[in-house]
Each structure stands twice: as structure tokens, then as C-alpha cells.
């Protein structure tokens, strides 16, 4: 968990990176850019790695029908659709990193999410991790396709507290930035689930998808 920006210093790292696994201090190291003067912190594609060691690390499918508590031959209405990509939320709960090379976003909490679809009911099973930590949440959730009002894809911005290191780490401020990402909404009155996921045409094909089936039933 990101500590509040005022306390983000190098002599408070030292106490962020106390009770970490390796793996844990490595990824608090990147995301503060600071590697001590005769180490390195690990790169945007090492990090991409360590995330997606957990990512596909686990049949996300299955383990989100065994928590829902259904068959797959009763959720084929359509195929079941997933998303996932790097989680933000607008406290100081993640840190955030701009990949200058790649120009990507990166942060230290990543979702996963899958939609089953029976002939009434939209299933919903999410599961998001920490890298810095051990904090995880699982949730599933069901609705009726009457109840929903729309899926959508929008792109948001938070602002987050970033790092502008100078010199060999002799001084690093944070600063605030505002970080766009991508999400997939779905919509009942008077609320929004929302679900990471990367800007990529499958996904958004995939909600095209999902809006063509939830008109039918609208309509039928």
C-alpha cells in the first residue's frame, strides 16, 4: 500500500520496504525510482513480468465459476468475456508510473474480471492483487439483464503522486499527474461496477458484443 505523499522521502522508503517479501521491496523500489546508487531498479518489462507470473498464474476462468457456482453449459447465452489491466483508484492506496519509453501507464495493483452470461442473469466474478503487498479482493456479483442499463468503455484520469528523481537519488520529489486509463462499466440504476481492462479492439468488440445481447433481451 502507497504511503501518503507527504511522508514519500528516501529516508521513509527504508520504512515502506520494512516486513516486505524481496519481490515486494523490488516493486516499492520501482515505483519510487530508487535503486540506491550502486543497484539499478528493476524495468518496465521486468515489472510487466512479475505481474503477469501472477496474472496467468491461476485459471482465473474456472476459479471465477467455482465462485459463482455454476456450470459452464449454463452460462453459454454468449461467450464468457474477460478483462484485466492495472487498477487505480483515486486515494494513495497504489502508486502509479509513467513508462517513458512505451508511454505507458503502470500501477502497483492489477484487476482481472469475467462476465458469464445464462439466458436471464449476467455473472460477475473480479479479482484484484497488490504487488507492494499482500492485499487482494475477490468479489463475484449476478444481475438480471432487466435491471442493467448499459455496458459501456470509458477513459478516466486520477491523479497520482509520481516520482522526479535528481542526481543519484539525492534528492526524489513526487509530484501529482493526472493518469489516463481505460475501464469497462456496467451500468444499473444508480451505480456502476467497474472493471480494469487495456484499450485493445478484442475488448472492444467484446462490448459491442455484450450491447447487441443486452438490446435483444431489452426487446424481447
Not at 51 to 76: P, S
Not at 78 to 100: L, Q, V
Not at 189 to 200: H, I, T
Request: aromatic letters at 14%.
Amino acid at each position: 500500500m502507497a504511503v501518503n505523499s507527504k511522508d514519500r522521502n528516501p529516508a521513509d522508503l527504508w520504512k515502506v520496504l520494512k516486513g516486505r517479501t524481496a519481490d515486494q521491496q523490488k516493486v516499492i523500489k520501482y515505483f519510487w525510482g530508487y535503486g540506491g546508487c550502486l543497484s539499478k531498479c528493476i524495468s518496465d518489462s521486468e515489472y510487466d513480468l512479475m505481474v503477469q507470473k501472477i496474472a496467468t498464474g491461476t485459471d482465473w476462468k474456472q476459479r471465477a465459476l467455482n465462485k459463482i457456482g455454476l456450470d459452464e453449459d449454463q452460462l453459454k447465452e454468449i461467450d464468457p468475456i474477460h478483462f484485466e489491466g492495472y487498477y487505480y483508484d483515486d486515494k494513495d492506496s497504489t502508486y502509479a508510473k509513467y513508462g517513458r519509453a512505451d508511454k505507458k501507464w503502470r500501477s502497483s495493483a492489477y484487476q482481472i474480471s469475467w462476465l458469464f452470461f445464462s439466458e436471464e442473469q449476467v455473472y460477475l466474478y473480479q479479482y484484484t492483487f497488490n504487488m507492494d503487498e499482500d492485499g487482494k479482493s475477490e468479489r463475484t456479483e449476478e444481475y438480471f439483464y432487466k435491471d442493467i442499463t448499459n455496458f459501456s468503455s470509458s477513459t478516466d484520469t486520477v491523479e497520482k503522486d509520481v516520482p522526479e528523481i535528481s542526481g543519484c537519488n539525492n534528492k526524489v520529489e513526487f509530484v501529482k499527474k493526472p493518469v489516463d486509463y481505460t475501464r469497462f462499466a456496467l451500468v444499473v440504476p444508480g451505480d456502476k461496477l467497474y472493471c480494469s481492462m487495456d484499450q485493445s479492439d478484442e475488448y472492444e468488440a467484446s462490448i459491442q458484443g455484450m450491447k447487441a445481447k443486452l438490446r435483444e433481451k431489452k426487446n424481447a
